[in-house]
C-alpha cells in the first residue's frame, strides 16, 4: 500500500480475526458498493508485552511494518501511545484520558501542525451499561474524534459475532496511520 493511496482513502472497514491467543485486525479500503474492498494494513497486538505494542504490517503476511504503536509506561491507566511508522519515526501519539473514562470513553490524539483531537463515546446510556453490565461489553459503540467543535473522524463499532468498525475520515490532514492506530486501539485497548 503506497502512503498517497492510504492518505486518499476517507473511509475503512476493520474487522477482528478470531484468534485464541493474539488479536488481529485487517483494515479494508470500502469499494464504491460500500462493502469492503481490497486490504490495506493487517495489525497484531504483541503477545505477552511489558508494555502494550501493537504492528501494523502492510498485509498479512506480516513481512514488511506499516506502522505500528507503542506504550511509554507499564501502567496503562491513562497510559500514553507513540504511534511510528516502520522506521520508527513518530506520526503523532494518542492517550486515554483515566478521569473522564471512568463514565464515557475518552481518548486524546495529537499529531503535529494539527490541534488536538479529542475522541468520545457519543452515547452515555451506552458506555454506562457496557461499564457496568459485564453481559453487555459487546454493545456497538460509536466514537466521535474533532478538535475544536469539527469532526475529524468517526470510529463505529458494528453488530455481529466478530468485532467490525466502520471509521469514517472527515479532516484531510489527519495522517490515516494515526486513525488505524486510533481505531485498533480502540479495540485492543479498550477494556483495560
Same mark, same amino acid.
Given at each position: 500500500m503506497q502512503l498517497d493511496n492510504l492518505q486518499g482513502q476517507h473511509q475503512f472497514h476493520i474487522r477482528q480475526r478470531l484468534r485464541?491467543? /493474539?488479536?488481529?485486525?485487517? /483494515?479494508?479500503?470500502?469499494?464504491p458498493d460500500g462493502t469492503e474492498g481490497e486490504l490495506l494494513a493487517f495489525a497484531q497486538q504483541k503477545r505477552l508485552a511489558f508494555k502494550e505494542q501493537v504492528t501494523i504490517y502492510t498485509d498479512d503476511s506480516k513481512q514488511q511494518p506499516l506502522l505500528g504503536f507503542k506504550a511509554r509506561q507499564r501502567i496503562d491507566l491513562g497510559a500514553t501511545y507513540d504511534v511510528t511508522d516502520a522506521a520508527g519515526n513518530p506520526i503523532g501519539l494518542f492517550r486515554k484520558d483515566f478521569a473522564q473514562s471512568l463514565l464515557r470513553s475518552t481518548w486524546h490524539v495529537e499529531q503535529n501542525g494539527l490541534p488536538q483531537v479529542t475522541g468520545q463515546e457519543r452515547s452515555m446510556p451506552v458506555a454506562l451499561l457496557r461499564r457496568f453490565v459485564d453481559s453487555l461489553s459487546w454493545l456497538p459503540y460509536h466514537f466521535d474524534f474533532t478538535a475544536g467543535g469539527q469532526p475529524v473522524f468517526t470510529v463505529v463499532k458494528k453488530w455481529g459475532l466478530r468485532d467490525k468498525y466502520i471509521v469514517e475520515v472527515q479532516h484531510p490532514q489527519i495522517d490515516r496511520r494515526l486513525v488505524i492506530a486510533m481505531a485498533v486501539a480502540l479495540d485492543a485497548l479498550q477494556a483495560r
Open positions: 485464541m491467543m /493474539v488479536n488481529q485486525y485487517e /483494515v479494508r479500503a470500502v469499494s
